[in-house]
């Protein structure tokens, strides 16, 4: 549990994170022409976004979020802006955390014209550890604005202590 505490802030930051890997994909000028297309597209996003999050790339990882970016988490609450996100980022992720998708885990569904929802699972692992201590499932709101992807809502829950 000691360990679960102190990933407690990543989880929320890392939950943030996610949702800026959807930003990242290669923008379309159109919607996705296929199921295929949309999830190819959203898995760009998501490594894109984590790169940056893991790296600590603070105006990279900015650039995947709406500035009106809402980030609930279930052990923190709620964060209301892009600007709070990268802050909480910043102070509790940078050289501590790094955030894992959990292969095979990773849903892509469309929301009509407007963009796409994606879930899956993650892991949270300390700097320099071998073992990721922290797990916990992810669901994040995408809009597609002209072709590029932004994070609108990222909903981060079901945190616990890894297997």
């Keep these: 549990m000691k360990v679960?505490?102190?990933?407690?802030?990543?989880?929320?930051?890392?939950?943030?994170?996610?949702?800026?890997?959807?930003?990242?994909?290669?923008?379309?000028?159109?919607?996705?022409?296929?199921?295929?297309?949309?999830?190819?597209?959203?898995e760009t996003v998501d490594r894109d976004l984590f790169d940056a999050f893991n790296g600590c790339e603070l105006k990279k990882l900015e650039s995947f979020f709406s500035p009106a970016l809402e980030f609930y988490h279930d052990l923190n609450g709620v964060t209301w802006t892009?600007?709070?996100?990268?802050?909480?980022?910043?102070?509790n992720v940078c050289g501590k955390f790094r955030r894992e998708l959990v292969p095979g885990t990773l849903e892509v569904f469309p929301l009509g014209t407007w963009g796409a929802m994606y879930s899956g699972t993650h892991r949270f692992c300390q700097s320099g550890a071998t073992r990721c201590e922290g797990i916990g499932r992810f669901m994040h709101l995408l809009e597609n604005r002209d072709g590029v992807w932004r994070v609108t809502r990222i909903v981060s829950y079901d945190h616990r202590a890894a297997p």
């Design 82 to 91: 892009r600007e709070r996100f990268i802050g909480d980022v910043q102070k």
């Design 4 to 42: 679960l505490t102190a990933v407690r802030p990543l989880l929320i930051v890392l939950g943030l994170a996610g949702t800026h890997a959807a930003l990242a994909a290669t923008p379309t000028d159109t919607a996705p022409s296929s199921s295929a297309s949309l999830t190819r597209q959203i």
